[in-house]
């Protein structure tokens, strides 16, 4: 019996739109860490979906929405990078998780979930809601799926390196977690 080497496809998503976002700059980092067998595919149409408005969720709805879906449909996980605005989730990934209640594409997903802030707190009340959020479309946040990154500024260099061990770590332990879990 010849076993072939599985191929895993991870949608990556940020919470950010800014052009210089640490966040982005960590998830692709994040990504950079990964085992040769999970291949990544960066989500680049939120700020492309229009606000939610459930009169528009019909078949022949917004192309931007029906992409998203697609991408979420055809990947065997997602990890989402968000930092924090006004104590919560970006406006931006709450509206396109708005966009997939009703759909379902989360359901069962393996998720991961990594949030980064220069503050001392590291995004948590974000890192929350997300959860709260990914909890109610049924996603499944893996083992170690759980990052919260204080002081993200001191922890990643200009260049998008990680240069914090523990942190490196950690960002490991999220992707072999999301392996697994992708695996079964």
């Not at 509206?95 to 995004?123: R, Y």
């Not at 170690?144 to 260049?159: A, R």
């Amino acid at each position: 019996m010849i076993v072939v080497d599985q191929k895993i496809k991870v949608l990556a998503i940020s919470g950010s739109l800014r052009q210089k976002s640490s966040n982005t700059a960590l998830l692709k980092a994040t990504i950079g860490l990964a085992p040769e067998n999970m291949v990544f595919t960066m989500y680049n149409g939120l700020g492309e979906l229009p606000h939610f408005n459930p009169d528009l969720d019909v078949e022949d709805g917004p192309a931007s929405v029906k992409e998203l879906r697609e991408q979420l449909k055809e990947a065997d996980g997602v990890l989402i990078c968000t930092p924090e605005y006004g104590n919560g989730v970006p406006g931006t990934l709450k509206n396109a998780l708005d966009w997939i209640v009703s759909s379902g594409e989360f359901v069962n997903k393996p998720t991961a979930v990594i949030s980064a802030s220069p503050s001392p707190m590291g995004g948590n009340l974000a890192h929350a809601s997300l959860l709260l959020t990914l909890q109610m479309i049924n996603a499944e946040i893996v083992e170690n799926g759980k990052v919260i990154i204080p002081h993200i500024t001191l922890k990643l260099n200009q260049e998008g390196v990680i240069t914090d061990s523990e942190t490196r770590q950690e960002l490991h332990a999220l992707l072999q977690g999301l392996e697994q879990a992708c695996s079964r």
